[in-house]
């Protein structure tokens, strides 16, 4: 259940019976004109509530967070970076807040993988404390979309409102998808753009990096479903709720 709209007697009740916190994580960014600024925190808040849905009591689904590390896109209008220190200490402080209602587990349900290192330095930082940061970032999805996939990577690591994103969002937030503004952008990666550190606008004048032509609702739909179980499964076995 949402803590959000709880009253009090219900969130006594909520955080009495729940094993696992989970937290949306998103961020604020442009992903092209097909897409709006809050692409990874919708998509947070829809998948998590998913998860929420399928464990009921066992879970407490908290508000969203639409704030990450977005550095490489931060000359992009719109972009909102809080880096990964303040959100590293963010996360931290959630899940110590969580600890004193009786849970010790918080799992961030993240679509934005900037914020990957928040969450290691988070997690690291809480293990010491008896406390466990769960990181959840699309599991189950890497082999689907490979097979799913028509158009061609950007880049062998780096793509971001492409044809996968935006069939996410086509499933998931489909009110707030723009296909017929969708445009394919490949451009030249500069050299060691693998080893140092660029600014996306130091050679992209979008933020797509991909082709978001080819998505679609169905490609979406087995991308979520098939990360669903895996999300399910990995707070199974890690709290042994049965559901």
Known sequence: MELEVCNEQQAIKLLSEAKVALLPLGATEPHGN????????????EFAKRIDQHFGEETVLLPTIPFGQVWSLQH?????????ELLSELLTKIARNMREYGVDTLAVINTHF??????????RALKAEGV??????????RNIALQLQESASPH??????????TSLACYLIPDSVDLDSAQANYPEFPPHFSSVPFHWTEFSNT????????????KGEKLVQASLEAAIQIITDFKGIRK
Not at 114 to 123: H, S
Not at 156 to 165: G, K, L, R, T, Y
Request: aromatic share 6%; proline share 6%.
């Open 76 to 84: 992009f209008a719109g972009a909102i970076d809080i880096g990964t």
């Open 132 to 141: 466990t940061l769960i990181s959840i970032t699309w599991p189950g999805t």
């Open 114 to 123: 900037g914020n990957f290192d928040a969450m290691k330095t988070a997690a």
């Open 156 to 165: 062998p690591s780096f793509m971001h409102a492409d044809e996968i994103e």
């Open 34 to 45: 097909h897409l709006p600024l809050a692409t990874d925190t919708l998509l947070a808040t």
């Open 207 to 218: 933020a797509v990096l991909g082709d978001p032509t080819k998505a679609s609702a169905e």
